[in-house]
């Protein structure tokens, strides 16, 4: 049988985790931190995992936002290359994204900035989705910038962050009050040759019919006036299951 995402979030993860902050700070207490995890973490679920382990964390650093961010920046490692590994390598940095995503949300630059760090060695989308609520209109153009990023990851951030039905994550249809953004984001990415930006995109797409078809057909007519790259083609094909579906 397969292993479920949860259980790659076990005591070894933990133990493992707890080294990697050691090593940068003789602040974060180890040993308590094991015992807040070791008795609970495997008879809980995915989400609850994460929480756990966030909590734990904070609760075992004795630093403001600001100084935990920084001991996180230590051990971040180096920037993944190439489109993929944000869950086969980076995997184990979900509890610090949801660290930030669980106590940053108040604090707009200093959050934002380690997402876009985050991202590039795993994914920052859920660290993101706080500030999205908080400060939307800000958060909207600083995706805008981040969708003309030269680093792929953080472009496809800049879609991924938004998505109004995101995995593991809140429904969130804040987009819908910054459409004019939302759209000039998507157009920015739609011819974008990175297939994980593209599935993003449609993703995103896909969503926003299931909230506002209208909305959605505004969007892929504007973009099927034009000519169509092969990415834009895929984009739109893979964006219209759910209405393919309901018109059978």
């Known amino acids: 049988m397969a292993k479920k995402v949860k259980d790659y979030y076990d005591l070894v993860h933990a133990e493992d985790l707890s080294r990697r902050l050691q090593t940068v700070t003789d602040k974060f207490d180890a040993q308590h931190f094991i015992s807040l995890v070791e008795s609970e973490l495997e008879a809980l679920e995915f989400t ?11 609760e075992c650093l004795p630093f403001s936002y600001a100084d935990s961010l920084k001991v996180f920046e230590q051990i971040l490692g180096p920037e993944l290359e190439g489109g ?12 610090i994204g949801k660290y930030v995503e669980l106590y940053g949300g108040q604090e707009f630059e200093l959050s934002a900035a380690f997402s876009k760090e985050l991202t590039k060695r795993f994914t920052g989308e859920f660290s993101m989705r706080p500030l999205l609520a908080n400060y939307p209109k800000a958060t909207m153009d600083l995706l805008l910038e981040w969708s003309r990023d030269e680093n792929m990851r953080v472009r496809r951030l800049a879609s991924e962050c938004m998505r109004i039905r995101l995995p593991w994550a809140k429904k969130q249809t804040v987009v ?21 930006i ?8 896909n969503d926003l019919y299931k909230e506002d078809p209208e909305k959605f057909e505004c969007i892929i007519q504007a973009w099927q006036e034009e000519e169509l790259s092969p990415s834009c083609a895929w984009i739109i094909k893979h964006a219209s299951r759910t209405k393919n579906k309901a018109e059978k």
């Open 48 to 58: 609850q995992r994460q929480e756990l382990l966030a909590k734990s964390i904070k």
């Open 84 to 95: 993929l590994g944000m869950f086969s390598e980076g995997y184990w940095l979900w509890p």
């Open 176 to 196: 819908l009050d910054y459409f004019d953004e939302f759209t000039t984001i998507l157009r920015n990415l739609k011819d974008d040759a990175d297939k994980s």
């Open 198 to 205: 593209q599935k993003s995109v449609a993703n995103n797409l």
